[in-house]
């Protein structure tokens, strides 16, 4: 997939870019695909070990929303990376280990908001926000501190102070 005025780079660019030669990043990623998914693995990682700290400080929910607004770099590597994906009648060719990773950082939220439903909003809120990043309005940061306080401060009733 590539989007509009985003070509996917070269081999000869990506290889460039890795301080390598093109025979060298041929021998370790033997086409787009692998290397694609190479990069996905990568970036997996990366958000995994994110996930897995906010987790263990209760910050999961609002750690995911943070990842989720990429800009500067990170926007550029997300769009970059997108560009060399293939799109076909079956969807985006990702990973099937991509669906594992959601699932972990869906469950993270999950434990964390300790409802379902609730989990499914603050993720999909995330998706949408890299979705704006990816299509070149990455988010300002006070908006998505706006999301975070708005989707995870408790306003339930059995919560709420009462008192007069």
């Not at 660019?13 to 990069?39: E, I, N, Q």
């Not at 939220?109 to 609730?118: F, L, M, N, Q, R």
């Not at 998706?127 to 299509?135: I, N, Q, R, V």
Request: hydrophobic share 50%.
């Amino acid at each position: 997939m590539v989007l509009a005025g985003d070509p996917a780079p070269t081999l000869d660019a990506v290889a460039a870019a890795a301080g390598v030669s093109k025979g060298g990043l041929l021998h370790h990623f033997p086409d787009r695909r692998a290397l694609a998914h190479g990069l996905v693995h990568r970036a997996l990682a990366e958000t995994d070990a994110a996930m897995a700290t906010a987790a263990d400080g209760g910050t999961a929910a609002a750690t995911w929303l943070r990842l989720s607004a990429a800009d500067g770099a990170e926007q550029a590597a997300a769009r970059a990376l997108l560009s060399l994906f293939r799109v076909s009648a079956g969807g985006v060719d990702l990973p099937p280990d991509v669906g594992q990773a959601v699932r972990r950082w869906q469950s993270a939220i999950e434990a964390e908001v300790g409802d379902p439903v609730h989990a499914d909003v603050v993720r999909l809120v995330g998706d949408g926000l890299f979705t704006e990043a990816l299509l070149g309005a990455p988010p300002a940061p006070e908006r998505v501190e706006a999301l975070i306080t708005h989707l995870l401060t408790d306003t339930s009733p059995s919560r709420r102070n009462t008192s007069r």
